[in-house]
């Protein structure tokens, strides 16, 4: 970060915090190893919250030298490459959860199809919301954007974790079952609330606000509700479980499909009707 300020001289002024704050992160975790527990632990932790805090520092030290900054599309592709790592990830949880139940039966294979169905449709709503659209300007809001992409993968690498036992351990009896049915809920429902997060961070264009908005609230309602179908007591089987989970998240995408095209279709005629406008004008002329 120091050396930045040598290539680049407009970044000169706000590599400061950065160089300062890293160096002494990189101090704490040097003390380490002259520690013993429970300080190493807190000092792991301070770390880790000094390595997050510079850009908010530059952010409150150089304000409005910062609104100007906006995340570069390139970086907004190697999020999205990450993300799409850690959803081979998942996909590779559900084929070691098959594995484990050593009964290749067609009801396993339903249950196969199922889940990476909902895996397909968490792809679906996080590219089509969040991949192709461009973050605000300013420093901090590139800053907050980037940072929330930690608790939206955290919950998808929780999801591709509960895959791995959901299907040997869903209807067992014991603590096991019910802990990993409601890791299953909730890592959905986290990756459904990063993307809601992300949202806010987004532009969109005017007449799309509406959208956002009633999106936000989707997003918002089908987090809760798959949050409390996982704290219900479980008394089906897993592949009704895994289908209701399915069809939950199906409607949300045919939901934000039809809101989205209603907005498209009314934008275009708006644009037509404003052509025809201009153009009876233009005739009287």
């Avoid at 980037?146 to 209807?171: H, R």
């Avoid at 990756?191 to 264009?205: E, K, R, T, V």
Wanted: charged share 15%.
């Amino acid at each position: 970060w120091w050396s930045v300020g040598l290539y680049d001289k407009e970044h000169r002024r706000l590599n400061k915090p950065y160089t300062i704050i890293y160096l002494i992160s990189f101090a704490l975790m040097f003390a380490t190893l002259f520690v013993t527990q429970p300080y190493i632990r807190i000092l792991f932790y301070l770390t880790l919250i000094l390595n997050c805090s510079p850009p908010f520092v530059t952010y409150l030290l150089l304000k409005r030298k910062t609104n100007a900054l906006s995340l570069s599309s390139s970086m907004t592709e190697r999020l999205g490459l990450f993300t799409i790592i850690v959803f081979g990830e998942v996909v590779l949880g559900v084929i070691n959860g098959v594995i484990a139940v050593h009964d290749l039966s067609a009801l396993t294979w339903v249950q196969f199809v199922l889940s990476i169905s909902i895996v397909f449709a968490l792809w679906w709503l996080f590219f089509t919301i969040v991949s192709d659209r461009q973050c605000k300007d300013g420093l901090l809001n590139s800053s907050i954007f980037e940072l929330l992409f930690i608790p939206t993968l955290i919950g998808l690498g929780m999801l591709g974790a509960s895959f791995s036992d959901l299907f040997k351990y869903f209807n067992e009896p014991g603590t096991q079952s019910v802990w990993i049915t409601k890791s299953f809920g909730f890592s959905i429902s986290l990756f459904l609330l990063g993307i809601w997060a992300m949202m806010s961070f987004l532009n969109y264009q005017k007449i799309f606000i509406p959208f956002k908005k009633i999106a936000k609230r989707a997003f918002l309602i089908t987090a809760v509700l798959i949050v409390v179908l996982n704290c219900l007591p479980q008394q089906i089987a897993l592949v009704f479980h895994l289908l209701i989970v399915l069809v939950i998240l199906i409607g949300l995408i045919f939901y934000l499909n039809a809101i989205w095209y209603k907005k498209m279709m009314k934008n275009g005629k708006e644009m037509n009707e404003r052509g025809d406008t201009f153009l009876k004008g233009a005739t009287s002329d």
